[in-house]
């Protein structure tokens, strides 16, 4: 009972709520950049035997499917963001998607982008 209680919110202030969109746009713009610097890697791997070794071509084979999951990740974080600063247009920024009680602004701390509180949370 305490733990439900502990989590328990009464929504967000409007200051939170622009703290929180700054936080958003940061991390939107830091992993845009990202996707800029790491756009290299997502090359094809050059199959020329002579110009890499085969030890070579598959450390690159491998980085190159790091750069891909990567890049899956990056999106869905963006993804998840947009849907965020939607919420935040909406004015549904802070309540649970699943339940309609308010997310403990503990939780958006560490997860801005959370659209479920503690207890709906898989």
Known sequence: MWLSAYFMDDGLTKDQIAAFRDMLLDQQKSLREQQRDNAQWSAPVTLDQQSVGRLSRMDAMQQQQMAEAE????????????????????????????????????????????????????
């Open 71 to 122: 890049a899956r990740r990056r999106a869905y974080d963006l993804a998840r963001i947009d849907a965020a600063l939607q919420r935040i247009d909406e004015d549904d920024y802070g309540w649970c998607a699943q339940c309609g009680e308010a997310i403990a602004s503990k939780r958006l701390e560490v997860d801005p982008m959370a659209h479920l509180c503690v207890g709906c949370a898989p």
